[in-house]
């Protein structure tokens, strides 16, 4: 057992600040009458200041108008070790890094479930932390750092500096979340043409792995990040949910999901989202996931970010390949309807969901010249240089569409495939007869 | 004088995350955690064990003033409730407190694991030597999150 009153700086307690454990928090108002109420986060803003979100604490806020002294108590998560913090208001932000960030790790839990206006963030105050102590304790031993070394990510760097095409780059990528963080599950989505979508071109870890799901930028958690371009860490799921549906009074709504679900663990707890940003544009996100509550610390969102950061750099870099491709088809075998509609490009196997969008239009464009030339060789080019599908003037975006519906294929039939045969060059493989139906029009050949 | 009904009764000796909130005469601040929280028969009084190691500074304001906060939050459903009021004096716990304390750990770590806390927390949680409070109820305040935070029950 330890004695009280031992001086702890901040930065060695991390953890007590991702808002793991709920903190709380004491005021004093004018009558001398103590106020004591729980809060979700304490923010730590540097070695001597730490920031408190404004939202319900109404007699916080007036007893610390009149009075500026409060005490905080917080618990690391780990060891239960609980530590008391002596604070003195200094001034409240109501824009800026600070308010921003607090913002949107509040609305980004509102966003996963599909609420909105749960939380009006009024305000951040920030304090001075006069004194930080530990509570006597049975076990005062901290618990051990969590370190990467950098021999790490100079390899994990060495890697994505040598990948050849974007395939190769986002699989460096996923193994970096586990090779860096440890993280076993987690997904790329990139953003579309219009800059409006984010669709998933690959994952790792799930069971279903979400290839070609797709999210509006501004939905959800994923669409926050990407809409703020700012990283979302949720360090404790099933209690930030509880937080928001108390607030709200309510369940929350449904909310119609995608046509594909996006990549997703049964039971998340920790989730990292950090946009993917190259020459101040917007590339997608990079997305980690863990069932275990404070899987992501302050520390992996710094090492994720400069993941993500390069990533998209070297994508933004790639050169524009030559990709991809082939094959023959078959038999008396029962064909599959292959069905397409314009409006959306979206593609159908059977009257199964496949794929739309920009990928939907490769395929339906790959399917019409094997039906009718026979034709099973291509190249990106040729797909870039097609008018009708009507690409826009990005290169990396038809390598991505490509990987993605490749991954589609695989996923969904077998009999039908690209296969990579050079930089730039394909092959489509059919080992199935096909039937191509144009949309609520009669059959194309 | 704030009289405790069956329902918030029930709520209070729950498993339950309890804070209370002491201040000096200087108007500074303490909090300290909690456990095994009672209502008396009268229901006007209530008790409550803080550990004892960690004591010194909240008797010390108790002693000084009497004034204490106390808000009870279950980890689930973050319904939370403050009570304030006056210091009716302290002690030792006397025969089956210690038990009563065991029970309301025991409920509070069922709440807590089902939000995910790691079983590892525990073991610092908590203090095996307590001291009871006792208090009179005087106000009691609806504390969930939301906007009705801060109503008086």
Same mark, same amino acid.
């Given at each position: 057992m330890t004695g009280p009153g031992v001086e702890v700086p901040l930065r060695d307690i991390p953890t007590c600040f991702e808002g793991i454990i709920p903190s709380s928090i004491c005021s004093v108002g004018p009558d001398g009458m103590p106020n004591v109420t729980f809060l979700s986060v304490v923010h730590l803003v540097d070695d001597r200041h730490v920031a408190l979100s404004r939202q319900f604490f109404k007699k916080t806020d007036e007893n610390t108008a009149r009075n500026p002294l409060a005490q905080v108590g917080m618990v690391e998560p780990a060891t239960g070790r609980q530590f008391y913090l002596d604070l003195r208001y200094d001034h409240t932000e109501t824009s800026g890094p600070l308010f921003e960030r607090m913002r949107t790790r509040l609305d980004a839990v509102a966003a996963y479930e599909g609420m909105t206006n749960v939380f009006h963030l009024k305000g951040v105050d920030v304090c001075e932390v006069l004194h930080c102590e530990m509570a006597p304790c049975d076990f005062p031993e901290g618990e051990a750092p969590r370190v990467v070394g950098l021999e790490k990510v100079e390899a994990f760097s060495a890697k994505v500096a040598a990948a050849e095409d974007l395939d190769e780059l986002l699989r460096v990528a996923l193994e970096g979340c586990e090779e $860096?963080?440890?993280?076993r599950h987690a997904f790329v989505m990139l953003v579309d043409e219009t800059g409006q979508q984010l669709y998933t071109v690959a994952s790792t870890g799930y069971a279903s792995s979400g290839t070609g799901s797709e999210v509006w930028v501004g939905e959800g958690l994923v669409g926050l990040a990407a809409e703020r371009r700012q990283s979302i860490r949720v360090t404790n799921m099933a209690r930030d949910l509880m937080y928001a549906h108390a607030a709200r009074g309510a369940s929350a709504e449904g909310r119609d999901g995608p046509v594909i679900p996006l990549p997703? $663990?049964?039971?998340?707890q920790s989730q990292l989202v950090i946009p993917m940003l190259a020459h101040r544009k917007l590339a997608g996100v990079l997305a980690l996931q863990s069932e275990t509550a404070g899987a992501f610390q302050a520390a992996d969102e710094c090492l994720a970010s400069i993941t993500a950061s390069q990533v998209a750099m070297a994508m933004a870099s790639l050169g524009s390949p030559e990709p991809v491709v082939a094959p023959e088809a078959d038999s008396e075998v029962h064909p599959v309807q292959v069905k397409y509609y314009a409006d959306d490009e979206s593609v159908f196997l059977d009257n199964e969901y496949l794929i739309r969008g920009i990928a939907g239009g490769v395929l339906w464009r790959l399917l019409r010249s094997y039906q009718?030339?026979?034709?099973?060789e291509f190249s990106n080019r040729e797909l870039r240089l097609?008018?009708?599908?009507?690409?826009?003037?990005?290169?990396d975006n038809l390598e991505a569409r490509l990987i993605l519906l490749r991954k589609r294929l695989e996923e969904r039939c077998d009999y039908l495939r690209i296969e990579k045969t050079a930089r730039g060059r394909f092959r489509l493989v059919v080992t199935r007869p096909l039937t191509l139906v144009a949309a609520d029009g009669a059959a194309v050949l | 004088m704030y009289v405790i009904n069956d329902e918030l009764k029930t709520f209070i000796e729950s498993g339950v995350a309890v804070v209370i909130g002491t201040a000096d005469d200087e108007g500074r601040p303490h909090m300290a955690y909690a456990w095994g929280p009672r209502v008396h028969e009268d229901r006007v009084q209530v008790s409550l064990f803080i550990d004892a190691a960690r004591s010194a500074t909240p008797l010390r304001d108790l002693d000084a003033n009497g004034r204490i906060a106390v808000t009870l939050a279950d980890p689930v459903s973050y319904r939370s409730v403050q009570l304030k009021g006056r210091a009716a004096g302290h002690g030792e716990p006397v025969a089956g407190e210690r038990a009563w304390v065991e029970r309301h750990r025991d409920a509070f770590m069922a709440s807590t694991a089902l939000v995910?806390?790691?079983?590892?927390?525990?073991?610092?949680?908590?203090?095996e030597d307590v001291i009871r409070v006792d208090f009179e109820v005087e106000q009691a305040f609806n504390q969930t999150p939301g906007p009705g935070a801060g109503v008086p029950l």
């Amino acid at each position: 057992m330890t004695g009280p009153g031992v001086e702890v700086p901040l930065r060695d307690i991390p953890t007590c600040f991702e808002g793991i454990i709920p903190s709380s928090i004491c005021s004093v108002g004018p009558d001398g009458m103590p106020n004591v109420t729980f809060l979700s986060v304490v923010h730590l803003v540097d070695d001597r200041h730490v920031a408190l979100s404004r939202q319900f604490f109404k007699k916080t806020d007036e007893n610390t108008a009149r009075n500026p002294l409060a005490q905080v108590g917080m618990v690391e998560p780990a060891t239960g070790r609980q530590f008391y913090l002596d604070l003195r208001y200094d001034h409240t932000e109501t824009s800026g890094p600070l308010f921003e960030r607090m913002r949107t790790r509040l609305d980004a839990v509102a966003a996963y479930e599909g609420m909105t206006n749960v939380f009006h963030l009024k305000g951040v105050d920030v304090c001075e932390v006069l004194h930080c102590e530990m509570a006597p304790c049975d076990f005062p031993e901290g618990e051990a750092p969590r370190v990467v070394g950098l021999e790490k990510v100079e390899a994990f760097s060495a890697k994505v500096a040598a990948a050849e095409d974007l395939d190769e780059l986002l699989r460096v990528a996923l193994e970096g979340c586990e090779e $860096l963080l440890g993280c076993r599950h987690a997904f790329v989505m990139l953003v579309d043409e219009t800059g409006q979508q984010l669709y998933t071109v690959a994952s790792t870890g799930y069971a279903s792995s979400g290839t070609g799901s797709e999210v509006w930028v501004g939905e959800g958690l994923v669409g926050l990040a990407a809409e703020r371009r700012q990283s979302i860490r949720v360090t404790n799921m099933a209690r930030d949910l509880m937080y928001a549906h108390a607030a709200r009074g309510a369940s929350a709504e449904g909310r119609d999901g995608p046509v594909i679900p996006l990549p997703g $663990l049964p039971a998340v707890q920790s989730q990292l989202v950090i946009p993917m940003l190259a020459h101040r544009k917007l590339a997608g996100v990079l997305a980690l996931q863990s069932e275990t509550a404070g899987a992501f610390q302050a520390a992996d969102e710094c090492l994720a970010s400069i993941t993500a950061s390069q990533v998209a750099m070297a994508m933004a870099s790639l050169g524009s390949p030559e990709p991809v491709v082939a094959p023959e088809a078959d038999s008396e075998v029962h064909p599959v309807q292959v069905k397409y509609y314009a409006d959306d490009e979206s593609v159908f196997l059977d009257n199964e969901y496949l794929i739309r969008g920009i990928a939907g239009g490769v395929l339906w464009r790959l399917l019409r010249s094997y039906q009718e030339e026979q034709r099973v060789e291509f190249s990106n080019r040729e797909l870039r240089l097609d008018s009708t599908l009507a690409l826009p003037d990005i290169k990396d975006n038809l390598e991505a569409r490509l990987i993605l519906l490749r991954k589609r294929l695989e996923e969904r039939c077998d009999y039908l495939r690209i296969e990579k045969t050079a930089r730039g060059r394909f092959r489509l493989v059919v080992t199935r007869p096909l039937t191509l139906v144009a949309a609520d029009g009669a059959a194309v050949l | 004088m704030y009289v405790i009904n069956d329902e918030l009764k029930t709520f209070i000796e729950s498993g339950v995350a309890v804070v209370i909130g002491t201040a000096d005469d200087e108007g500074r601040p303490h909090m300290a955690y909690a456990w095994g929280p009672r209502v008396h028969e009268d229901r006007v009084q209530v008790s409550l064990f803080i550990d004892a190691a960690r004591s010194a500074t909240p008797l010390r304001d108790l002693d000084a003033n009497g004034r204490i906060a106390v808000t009870l939050a279950d980890p689930v459903s973050y319904r939370s409730v403050q009570l304030k009021g006056r210091a009716a004096g302290h002690g030792e716990p006397v025969a089956g407190e210690r038990a009563w304390v065991e029970r309301h750990r025991d409920a509070f770590m069922a709440s807590t694991a089902l939000v995910g806390d790691a079983p590892s927390t525990i073991r610092n949680l908590w203090m095996e030597d307590v001291i009871r409070v006792d208090f009179e109820v005087e106000q009691a305040f609806n504390q969930t999150p939301g906007p009705g935070a801060g109503v008086p029950l």
